[in-house]
């Protein structure tokens, strides 16, 4: 009979994050994966072994008694094997960039496929994320981060400033400028949680806009609003950015002649002593590139 595998670090990495950590969904970001995934690969080193590394404990998950000798059995191990490997893991042409989810469905991803035809020898693995990583301390290369361009410790490249342009469905704005007298007062202004002082930001631009009678829809994310926006439930601020294609392709129309420019932006930021510079290098010139029709130069 032939000897039994042996348990693959990647799996004992993961049970040590969740036991650092302390919950599987904080683990799962610190890895980049999914809590679906980081669950499974705890799931399948449990089925190995043969034995319950984690249970149940009220609302959160531990570590069983077995589950915590392997850990003390293992010791620095784990860390000492993911120094030794890890030069040598991201100069094989793999890039894991972190950004927020709107940016990447509506920017990113969208044109990733050009760099991708450029570079062929790279790999590009996206991760979304509502908070900033750190690059020092977790599994990430690069980010793409909005702000004002000032991160201590890193190195941060300009994309394109932010500007806010409101935007409905061509249904919506079509009967909006029907009634003139009505004004925006005719249909729901959409709001994201993440970005309610957009609106107000818009209000001391747009002096005619403040007396208008206001009716809310508000959604969790900027990508909501959009969305929201194109099924015709209402009027939604969006960077213009975001709104190219659709408007483009008609599946939106602009509702103002001007976008309001805001002092934030978008930048691509990584360690400046980063191992894989080289790559991040080509896929930041590459960023700023595609970046350059949004800039206000």
Request: glycine share 6%; aromatic share 6%; proline share 4%.
């Amino acid at each position: 009979m032939g000897r039994s595998a042996q348990p693959s670090a990647r799996a004992l990495s993961a049970l040590s994050l969740f036991a650092t950590c302390g919950t599987l969904t904080e683990a799962a970001e610190h890895l980049g994966v999914t809590r679906s995934a980081l669950s499974h690969r705890i799931a399948a080193l449990e089925k190995q072994l043969g034995v319950a590394l984690v249970r149940k404990a009220g609302r959160r998950i531990a570590l069983t008694e077995d589950g915590e000798r392997l850990l003390a059995s293992v010791g620095d191990a784990l860390d000492r094997i993911e120094t030794a490997v890890q030069p040598f893991r991201r100069d094989r042409g793999q890039i894991r960039l972190s950004t927020v989810a709107t940016f990447a469905s509506h920017w990113l991803i969208p044109r990733i496929p050009i760099f991708q035809a450029q570079h062929p020898q790279i790999e590009v693995a996206i991760f979304t994320t509502t908070r900033p990583v750190d690059l020092k301390k977790e599994e990430m290369d690069c980010a793409i981060r909005h702000g004002r361009g000032a991160w201590k410790g890193l190195a941060s490249t300009l994309l394109f400033e932010e500007t806010l342009m409101p935007v409905a469905s061509p249904d919506v704005a079509d009967r909006l400028s029907s009634n003139a007298k009505q004004g925006w007062s005719g249909a729901p202004l959409i709001r994201a949680r993440s970005r309610f002082m957009d609106w107000s930001s818009w209000q001391k631009h747009d002096r005619a806009f403040a007396g208008r009678r206001i009716k809310w829809l508000t959604v969790e994310t900027r990508a909501q609003a959009l969305d929201a926006a194109m099924a015709g439930a209402g009027v939604a601020l969006m960077d213009m950015a975001y709104i190219a294609t659709p408007v483009t392709e008609g599946r939106l129309k602009t509702l103002a002649e001007c976008p309001l420019q805001l002092q934030t932006g978008y930048y691509f930021v990584h360690l400046p002593n980063a191992r894989n510079l080289h790559l991040l290098t080509l896929l930041r010139d590459w960023a700023v590139e595609a970046a350059r029709p949004f800039r206000t130069e």
